[in-house]
């Protein structure tokens, strides 16, 4: 004896039915498991609840940001001096992000990333070197506070698409620290620097006289 054409339909409908309910049951009782159009629907009908947000991420470290909402400001990277006798230096453990460069004679300095993270003093501040753009693109349209520069460094800085920080565009970010070398500067850091909003920013500039368009950083 052979199933009808019409049986058949009957046990291909009902078989689809059972797997289908077995599927839906799955997804009810496992929604984190199912894919996002499927919790979406269930959602939507009244099936499961809706999952909570993720928590926020610092999108230069991946972790929890320290206040519990990552800052609406861009990235302030901070020429920081690695000559043995600017150690110790101030800041470098609350940074984002700490680079170590390549100058002259044999010796490195610091660019210290800070966008998470806060810091009251950070230094002793140095001057800015033209790949310095070149490693900071990554980050959007950052703040570069630094302590001054040659005259083709300091072109290539006013050409880059970031906020140029030192002591004649932002005075009030930097101080003397009469504990060290005269030669040496610190910046106040990213809490203490943040200032109003530029005319065509839509984050706040840290400490700028001559604000550009800023944004966030993007994750690395």
Excluded at 74 to 102: H, W
Excluded at 129 to 145: K, N, T, Y
Excluded at 149 to 159: A, D, F, K, L, Y
Aim: charged fraction near 20%; charge should be neutral.
């Amino acid at each position: 004896m052979s199933i009808t054409p019409r049986g058949k339909f009957w046990v291909a409908a009902v078989t689809l039915l059972v797997v289908g309910g077995a599927a839906l049951g799955y997804f009810v009782a496992f929604p984190e498991n199912a894919p996002a159009i499927v919790q979406r629907t269930l959602s939507t009908v009244g099936l499961v609840e809706e999952p909570p947000p993720p928590p926020p991420e610092c999108p230069l470290t991946g972790e929890l940001p320290p206040s519990g909402a990552v800052p609406d400001r861009p990235a302030l990277a901070v020429k920081i001096e690695n000559y043995p006798d600017a150690r110790p230096q101030a800041g470098l453990r609350s940074a984002d992000i700490v680079y170590e460069e390549p100058v002259e004679g044999g010796i490195t300095r610091f660019i210290a990333v800070y966008h998470c993270s806060d810091e009251t003093r950070v230094g002793p501040v140095r001057s800015a070197r033209a790949a310095d753009p070149d490693v900071l693109e990554q980050f959007g349209v950052p703040v570069l506070a630094f302590s001054g520069g040659s005259p083709n460094v300091m072109r290539v800085i006013r050409e880059a698409e970031l906020v140029p920080l030192d002591e004649t565009s932002g005075a009030a970010a930097f101080e003397r620290d009469a504990s060290r070398a005269a030669r040496t500067t610190s910046t106040r850091g990213p809490r203490s620097c943040t200032g109003p909003r530029g005319p065509r920013s839509r984050l706040p500039i840290p400490c700028s006289r001559t604000p550009r368009t800023s944004r966030a950083p993007r994750g690395g």
